[in-house]
């Protein structure tokens, strides 16, 4: 009866942890770009956004410049059921598997996307985004995005992308 009881024990753990790897996504923020630019954009690294010490004196090296940026597709303040049409949306560089992915101000970017377009909205999906990289004021440990980008558009990526421009 115990060797019964420890099987069902070692086979649920083990089914959770063939669940989390599946359903695990990889979490962006320490990926360097191969390539400085993609398609005429600069391709953001999200660890070049974090406004620590260095970065306050060095100031961000891409505000209000043209970027693509790789994320994870989230909600806002907001819930936003997926499928819905929206014009705003927060992309971050980790989607979070087993846990709730960390929100912090610099880790975070308001996407707000060019006037009279839309994206269907699926959250924790991996999509590319572009536009106008701009700063907005705030704590860089907050709740809230720090920055946003303007006339932005955007497109689902996958997986291959990852390797394919970052390592």
Known sequence: MFIGVAAVICLSAIAVLV?????????LFDLVPKVPRSNGYV???WNQLERGDRALRQ????RDTPVRVLGYMMDGDEPIGDGHSVARFVLVPDAGSVRAPHRFGDQMIDVRLRVDEAARFCNRCL?????????????PIG????????????ELAHKADIPKYFR
């Open 143 to 154: 709740p809230k995005p720090v920055y946003y980008l303007e006339n932005a558009r955007t």
């Open 59 to 62: 100031g961000v090296p891409f």
């Open 127 to 139: 999509v590319w985004v572009w536009g106008t990289l701009k700063m907005l004021p705030g704590d």
């Open 43 to 45: 391709l953001l690294a």
């Open 19 to 27: 669940q989390v790897s599946v359903t695990a996504v990889p979490d």
